[in-house]
């Protein structure tokens, strides 16, 4: 029997970018799919990034991770969502040609020294009281591994609704993995169902393109990967329409027809992605909804109706659709559907997404009930590193909320658990300031490197983008001036008598960087992208100093750890809804106690006494 | 593995008295009742009990029985009512803590386990122990009023207001770029509700020291020569029981306390050394603390006897003449009493009733009582108010949030989830 040290079981986002962490964190790994072609599908829009999302990305860039890259390969529209709002908010997103992504993704895996590619489907894990160590294929061959990352997405259990119509699949035109799921569920681990959906996919060539709206990209492409120099593909514009009144009434009438409305799926929808039915029927003031008609390539006729997600039956869906203004004579190239599938309560997962109860076996992903490309493979970076470190006897690689975006998602999911689909966004986020998408680098490659995870090139890269900050920033805080040199150079600055450095100086709205440069004109050495975190680092000093306290007190309530297996019902002072509420959600320490719904003060002060008594 | 004690105590007041009530707290409380009655009776039914220390009779009790949750402290509590002799009552809790797992209470800890439990919430308990320790009317009004839970529902409106502010903030960041639905229902409307909220607070906070004199009771200094009849007068108003509460030595020698009640409203009355001066000394240090102590007072009464002259009178002190029956004449403006007639002291009552009305003010309507809930308060309407002021929408969320944090520590805390539930709710988000 072949073994390997981590075994990945799907390659959609979260396999892709767990299989390529695993294999430069050292481990001789295996990547199974059902289909090589289908490694690095996107399954809904075309598109990478966005608030809260594109943070993630550039997090995965900083760990060396995959995605960055074969976005920006892929990329045909680039735009920085919230550029009008601060740094903290701003977004890289990028509209990506599905085929030029897919072909990015496949690269990268068989690039990546240390990883093969197996083209099988998997039935069965072998576990046994020690842990998982292995698993069965379909055709019954057994291959052993250390740690197995389950990335399996929507697959497990996957059901495919249009209007009445209702069968197995994990995508159109692919099963799902029924015998998998079963088998998960005879473990007896705790799974529940959810549910999303995705727009028809339109023939373009049908779409009057001369009676739509136009949105352009940025001129200025802001990038994922700190390596790419510049735009690979030529940029395209997206077109934008909006449903209307005969658009609703239309949905309105066929409302009992939608798979979503007329109760054949019991899981939980997400509320910020909902189907048009949704839109509808609870915000049905609206006079239209927009919808964005992604294209889905460059040489791809397909377009992709952003907003419009249904599971109407095809005829309703065809006759809405020919209500939007450039619509009237549209072709559906492929209907929209939901889909409902199985998940696992993260709250069974420890911080390295490791299941508790099976040691080595690991998840990541949509089945962790997460939506998104960007979610699933900042998990998969996670399992994948953590899998490899455990197959090599080494301590776990914890990301925290102080330090990411990935931090604060496997957080939420592990002690909080989910009812929709999980997504991130800036609010979840308490040290949003300080998790910035431009500073991804300054916060995570060290650790990425001391790691395994980046090396050679883009190692260099982070060092001496590094070097260029702390330099510029060594030149910021030297130059010095009063505000009446200010004053003198045509600032409009309070005369208060106080001379400070560039640093403070820049913290002040009225200050922009070229006038900066105007003061002191030695500043002018410093390049373009580091002036821009330089400055903005400026802008939120106040609050960065302020929050780095508040970072301290969170990382001591971290640093208080509570056993897996401690008995609540044992410590005095706590409630049994406070006993239920913990042992449900097994928080790791008191930090994540504080921020399981529902728990107390109160219950945190008993909490609190009973680590300080036990330490 | 840390194991629950129960706890027993002395519940009602010192014996000897008619009854005594005995309180047991915790796991087990129902061994307890079994190993001295031999049985638990029924939940909340009065049972007598013959109660016995290994095998010789302690008393016949009545005994409530409150299984958890259902009970003040949200522990199984034993409720154990006794004959109130001294003897009784030691041989009870003698006997209890022979009981394996028993020990006494400390001060609070019953009100302390039933906020661990989340049978009260902090300012709730901060009210609970005020109650205990009202002595009077208007203490015991206002300390009801938070036991019960006032401050709380007020904190709670503040703190939906503020989750509902903070989401459109939220909304504007996370959405507005990409949702047309967010972008073209987002006016500025966050700001004045924003102020509205910090006038709010102010009132709260501005009849905060009202409200704080009036939990801890006023203290009123009384000042004037050696012999200008201070003491007579202490006496003379500690003898009229309408006033006195308890008869206290002070802490120190030179300072003589006595608490009253003046219209509902508590005082300490707090006698000095006399005010003379080229004094040796010693008595220069008792000078010297009486200064101190009327400067720190709510209010200075200067006693005036017929010798004295008008030397060392602080601003705004009642000045009252002393020794009415020796003096000739009428007094013009001043309030002149006797302590050997009672001249004079009703309307010298009267008077100090009247200004100690005026000095706790509003605070009987008053929520913010603590100097913890005044805190907390206050960071929050600092924060809300740097809120106002501020343009940029990432840095003005970033000051709601910390307006939301320091509304929490007041009562409870704020997730994420609740500011994303009311985004969803009141936004079609979803492109």
């Known amino acids: 029997m072949e073994r ?156 495919i609704l249009i209007g009445g119509d209702v069968r197995d699949g994990g995508r159109v035109g692919e099963a799902s993995s029924v015998n998998l799921a079963q088998r998960l569920r005879a473990l007896g681990l705790p799974m529940a169902r959810l549910k999303t959906g995705t727009p028809a996919r339109l023939d373009g060539r049908t779409i009057d393109w001369t009676r739509v709206e136009w949105q352009d990209g940025d001129d200025v492409p802001s990038f994922f990967a700190a390596s790419t120099r510049g735009a690979m593909n030529p940029q395209l514009s997206c077109g934008i329409t909006r449903t209307n009144i005969a658009t609703h009434d239309i ?36 006079d239209g909804h927009q919808v964005f008609l992604e294209p889905e390539g460059l040489d791809d ?23 939007l203004t450039g619509l009237e004579q549209v072709e559906i190239a492929r209907p929209g559907y939901a889909i409902e599938y199985d998940y696992i309560d993260p709250r069974a997962l420890s911080r390295t997404l490791e299941l508790h109860a099976i040691p080595r076996l690991f998840f990541a992903g949509q089945i962790n009930g997460t939506t998104g490309y ?29 330090e990411s975006y990935i931090g604060v998602m496997i957080d939420d999911l592990v002690t909080q658990g989910v009812t929709e689909p999980y997504r991130m966004f800036t609010s979840r986020a308490e040290y949003r300031l300080h998790l910035r998408a431009d500073n991804a680098d300054q916060r995570l490659s060290e650790k990425a490197i001391a790691l395994g995870l980046l090396s050679g090139h883009r190692a260099r890269l982070f060092r001496d983008r590094a070097e260029a900050l702390v330099k510029g920033r060594a030149q910021l805080d030297a130059a010095r001036a009063s505000p009446a040199q200010l004053q003198r150079a045509g600032l409009g600055v309070r005369q208060d008598g106080v001379t400070r450095s560039a640093f403070e100086w820049l913290r002040f709205p009225d200050v922009a960087w070229a006038d900066a440069v105007s003061v002191w004109p030695e500043l002018s050495d410093i390049a373009e992208p580091h002036a821009e975190q330089l400055h903005t680092d400026a802008r939120y000093a106040v609050y960065l100093e302020r929050q780095s306290g ?64 036990a330490a | 593995m840390i194991e629950k004690k129960t706890i027993f105590s002395l519940s009602s007041g010192r014996p000897p008295a008619g009854v005594a009530v005995v309180r047991v707290s915790g796991p087990a409380a129902g061994a307890a009742l079994l190993a001295l009655g031999g049985r638990v009776p029924p939940p909340r039914r009065a049972t007598l009990v013959r109660l016995r220390d290994a095998g010789t009779a302690i008393d016949d009790a009545l005994v409530l029985w409150f299984p ?107 959405f507005s770029d990409d949702e047309e639905d967010v972008s073209t229902r987002l006016v500025e409307g966050e700001g004045p509700e924003i102020m509205a909220l910090v006038r709010e607070m102010e009132d709260h906070l501005g009849n905060y020291h009202f409200a704080e004199r009036l939990r801890r009771g006023l203290t009123i200094v009384l000042l004037g020569a050696p012999n200008a009849g201070k003491s007579s007068l202490i006496n003379a108003l500690a003898k009229r029981d309408v006033a006195i509460v308890s008869p206290e030595a002070g802490t120190t020698r030179d300072l003589i306390e006595v608490h009253l009640d003046l219209g509902g409203v508590a005082a300490t009355l707090v006698d000095t050394a006399g005010l003379r001066d080229a004094a040796g000394a010693v008595e220069a ?57 009672g001249e004079g002291l009703a309307a010298l009552e009267a008077l100090l009733v009247e200004r100690a009305d005026a000095l706790v003010g509003a605070g009987q309507d008053a929520l913010v009582t603590h100097a913890r809930q005044r805190d907390a308060l206050a960071e929050c309407r600092d924060a809300l108010a740097t809120a106002f002021e501020e343009h940029d929408a990432v840095l003005r969320a970033e000051s709601l949030r910390l307006a939301m944090r320091a509304l929490g520590r007041l009562t409870g805390r704020v997730g994420v989830e609740d500011i994303l539930d009311i985004v969803f709710g009141r936004f079609c988000i979803g492109k």
């Open chain 1, 4 to 159: 390997f040290d981590v075994l990945v079981i799907g390659a959609g986002h979260a396999g892709c970018e767990a299989a390529t962490a695993a294999a430069r964190a050292g481990a001789r790994t295996l990547l199974v799919t059902p289909g090589r072609a289908t490694i690095g599908v996107m399954s809904c829009n075309p598109a990478i990034g966005g608030l809260g999302k594109g943070h993630i990305v550039r997090e995965l860039d900083a760990l060396g991770g995959v995605m960055s890259e074969a976005a920006d390969a892929a990329a045909i529209q680039y735009r920085l969502l919230n550029r009008r709002k601060g740094p903290a908010v701003q977004g890289p997103r990028a509209q990506a040609d599905r085929k030029l992504y897919r072909r990015a993704m496949q690269r990268a895996i068989d690039t990546q020294p240390g990883l093969q590619v197996l083209e099988a489907r998997v039935d069965d894990l072998v576990v046994d009281a020690d842990g998982v160590s292995g698993v069965v294929l379909s055709d019954g061959a057994t291959i052993g591994a250390l740690a197995v990352v389950l990335t399996t997405g929507t697959f497990l259990g996957g059901v």
């Open chain 1, 251 to 286: 949905i309105r009438e066929n409302i009992h027809a939608s798979a979503v409305y007329s109760g054949r799926i019991e899981g939980t929808g997400p509320r910020y992605c909902p189907s048009i039915e949704d839109k509808v029927m609870r915000f049905g003031d609206r």
């Open chain 1, 301 to 323: 006729p397909l377009i992709y109706p952003n907003g419009l997600s249904t599971s109407l039956p095809v005829d309703v869906q065809r006759a809405f659709l020919r209500t």
């Open chain 1, 374 to 402: 960007e979610e699933a493979a900042g998990q998969g970076l996670v399992a994948g590193l953590n899998a490899a470190r455990s197959a090599r006897d080494l301590s776990p690689a914890v990301f925290d909320r102080a």
């Open chain 1, 550 to 613: 508040e970072i301290d007190a969170f990382r001591r309530d971290e640093a208080l750890r509570l056993p897996y297996d401690l008995d609540y019902s044992a410590i005095g002072g706590l409630s049994n809804e406070m006993i239920d509420r913990l042992n449900r959600a097994r928080p790791d320490s008191l930090g994540a106690a504080a921020r399981v719904a529902g728990v107390t003060p109160a219950a945190l002060t008993a909490l609190l006494r009973h680590v300080k008594r």
């Open chain 2, 68 to 174: 958890a949750p259902g009970s003040f402290t949200g522990e199984d509590v034993a409720e154990l009512h006794v004959t109130g002799g001294p003897a009784v009552v030691a041989a009870l809790l003698r006997a209890l803590g022979t009981v394996e797992g028993l020990r006494p209470a400390e001060p609070g800890e019953f009100t302390r386990r039933a906020f661990d439990n989340g049978k009260l919430d902090l300012t709730e308990a901060e009210g609970l122990a005020d109650l205990i320790d009202a002595e009077t009317e208007a203490q015991r009004c206002q300390a009801l009023r938070q036991a019960s839970g006032g401050l709380r529902t007020r904190a709670e409106s503040w703190h939906a207001r503020l989750l509902s502010v903070l989401a459109e903030t939220e909304a504007a960041l996370d």
């Open chain 2, 285 to 341: 240090e008792g000078v010297r603390r009486a200064r101190q102590r009327a400067d720190e007072s709510d209010l200075v009464v200067f006693l005036l006897g017929p010798d004295d002259r008008e030397a060392h009178i602080p601003a705004g002190a009642i000045v009252v003449e002393s020794k009415a029956d020796i003096r000739h004449g009428h007094a013009d403006t001043r309030l002149r009493v006797s302590a050997v007639t």
